[in-house]
T-cell receptor
Framework: DSGVTQTPKHLITATGQRVTLRCSPR?????VYWYQQSLDQGLQFLIH???????AKGNILERFSAQQFPDLHSELNLSSLELGDSALYFC??????????????FGPGTRLTVL | DQQVKQNSPSLSVQEGRISILNCDYT??????FLWYKKYPAEGPTFLIS?????DKNEDGRFTVFLNKSAKHLSLHIVPSQPGDSAVYFC???????????FGPGTRLSVLP
């Protein structure tokens, strides 16, 4: 158990809908990262928040947005969903912003299925 | 444009033998390199890392080698165990955390 929690575990929805994925980081971690893993694909970095502020953006679509709240939990909002958005979405947390030296601890993921 | 490449999607090795997983990168600004392991239905877990100022880092059965001039790193697992069967992701980061990229992964199967 990494200490990072993600809800829900599974989500099934229809095209055009909007969903919110939630992540609670490990106690004491200030950084939250979101990743997308499509079928047979690697992990695509989406976005990084540190202590409530956006720190870095990766391959995140304009239909997607995220935020980190004062209690440090984070939400990833996916809107106007398309079939291709079906994927595993992972959240990770770390203590600082240094992605090189600071270990990221991953949650178990949310599996999103868009029908 | 893939900045981090793992050209072998899968690898099978006999138990007790050496597993060598390879990773290539294109961005010379990367300063840190990490390996993560992922079991099915779980999130990735950190395995080992190396800074660009080193060429080798060892942790038990796991050793990572870095060849900066070739922009190549490899993960050696000796001896390989069936429990090592997983997907291994290579990742690279710049010094500022502004660019953090995972490779596509290599599925390792260790056969008993």
């Amino acid at each position: 158990d990494s200490g990072v929690t993600q809800t829900p575990k599974h989500l099934i929805t229809a095209t055009g809908q909007r969903v919110t994925l939630r992540c609670s980081p490990r106690s004491g971690d200030l950084s939250v990262y979101w990743y997308q893993q499509s079928l047979d694909q690697g992990l695509q970095f989406l976005i990084h928040y540190y202590n409530g502020e956006e720190r870095a953006k990766g391959n995140i679509l304009e239909r997607f947005s995220a935020q980190q709240f004062p209690d440090l939990h984070s939400e990833l909002n996916l809107s106007s969903l398309e079939l291709g958005d079906s994927a595993l979405y992972f959240c990770a947390s770390s203590q600082t912003t240094n992605t090189g030296t600071d270990t990221q601890y991953f949650g178990p993921g949310t599996r999103l299925t868009v029908l | 444009d893939q900045q981090v490449k793992q050209n072998s999607p899968s690898l099978s090795v006999q138990e007790g033998r050496i597993s060598i997983l390879n990773c290539d990168y294109t961005n010379s600004m990367f300063d840190y390199f990490l390996w993560y392991k992922k079991y099915p239905a779980e999130g990735p877990t950190f395995l080992i890392s190396i800074s660009s100022i080193k060429d080798k880092n060892e942790d038990g059965r796991f050793t990572v080698f870095l060849n900066k001039s070739a922009k190549h790193l490899s993960l050696h697992i000796v001896p390989s165990q069936p429990g090592d069967s997983a997907v291994y992701f290579c990742a690279a980061s710049d010094n500022y955390g502004q660019n953090f990229v995972f490779g596509p992964g290599t599925r390792l199967s260790v056969l008993p």
